[in-house]
């Protein structure tokens, strides 16, 4: 089946949008992306149609919403090769997910001295969970730098690993630079040293097809905004040894099964680590838009998104006043650059703006990778699988403008 982007794009009602009279180039998905028609009216039919709690009631809408939110889990867990929905726990998105490994697991496991290795190019979100234990519990963080590319060495992160380590938390895909981590080999590195993986894929399972059991990894959190799903929905993957070493981190309904004035006896695993009312119909949406993505089948998104890529990159590199950072050799389509002279970040993505094309513009959560590469804010412009080089084309455009108005 090949990967009919005209098709795809008339999916996504926004798309079809002016900003500021000029047609929609929407080049920002690394931080949400725009939904489909299909998440869109599942959202409505559910609130319309078939809304109750789940879990709670006996009724006939109960159970409606309680199937299709159930149903999810074995979504999730088909769309990261999971074993099965057991090993999914639903939630609000990777934040969520990174936390409760961090309050449920890494706070029952580590004790002061323990260690936990970072690559220098983390999300904020898994940073600073890490953070909680470095200043509540004494836990050192070990930082690794990536290259001058980009890239991260795989082996500097296994080298890292000490008597003391108990954790490798690492990004699979860059959401500034875009670079592609070898995660594979971290993962199977770690694991016959007796060291835990966390393997932060909010970027790269909007990209390329992901297989947690090919990887290895012990938890693989995933956010559905990104994943051109609700806000506010998300999952992580936990390999079933590490769940039996979790411990319930909020109480509440749900993950219970009897309460009493002495005594509580939890829920059985995953649903004892999800307290409360969840985000029923964000989730609902969420596994519906995971079925389209495998609809349209994760190696042809990726294969566009590479074609992408080589345009962008080489129209990019055409221009000698763009300082692109992150030049791995395969990496995703997310472009981070800044302008020479003095233009801030901020300022060129107003006048892109100006021109239709959303970009990003700041630190991306990013603190650390922007000191390492000595950078206070850059533009970042992501693609997904609904854009097309005519977007390439008129990003380079906007650009242009830039240079002429700020060179
Ligand atoms: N990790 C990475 C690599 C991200 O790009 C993001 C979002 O930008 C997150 C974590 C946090 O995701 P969320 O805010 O959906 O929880």
Known sequence: MSFDVVAVRADFPILSREVNGKPLVYLDSGA????????????????????????????YLSSVATEKYEGVRATVAKFLGAQDGNTIVLNSGTTEGINMVAYAWAMNVMTEGDEIILSVMEHHAN???????RTRMGVKL???????????????MLDAITPRTKLIAVTHLSNVLGTVVDVKTICHGARERGVA????????????????EDIGCDFYPITGHKLYGPSGSGAI??????????????????????????????????????????????????????????????????AHERTLRDYARNKLEGLNWLNVQGTSADKAAIFSFTLEGAAHAHDIS??????????RAGQHCTGPLMDHLGQTATCRASFAMYNTKEDVDALVEALELCH???A
């Open 404 to 406: 002429r108005l700020f």
């Open 197 to 212: 993986t966390l393997i932060d894929g909010s970027q790269a399972a909007v990209h390329m097809p992901v297989n947690v």
């Open 32 to 59: 949400s992306a725009q939904k489909p028609n299909c998440v869109i009216d599942a959202i409505n039919t559910a609130y319309s149609q078939e809304y109750a709690n789940v879990h709670r009631g006996l009724h």
């Open 350 to 359: 107003t006048v892109l703006d100006k021109k239709g094309v959303a970009v």
């Open 142 to 156: 070990v930082w690794v730098d990536t290259d001058a590319n980009g890239d991260l060495d795989p082996q500097k």
């Open 237 to 302: 993957y936990v390999r079933p040894e590490r769940m039996a070493e979790m411990r319930p981190f909020m109480g509440g309904g749900d993950m219970i099964r009897e309460v009493h004035k002495t005594e509580v006896i939890y829920n059985d695993a995953p649903m004892k680590f999800e307290a409360g009312t969840p985000g029923i119909v964000e989730t609902i949406g969420f596994g519906v838009a995971l079925e389209y993505m495998m609809g349209l089948g994760m190696d042809n998104i990726a």
């Open 127 to 133: 940073i600073v969970p890490w953070h909680f234990l």
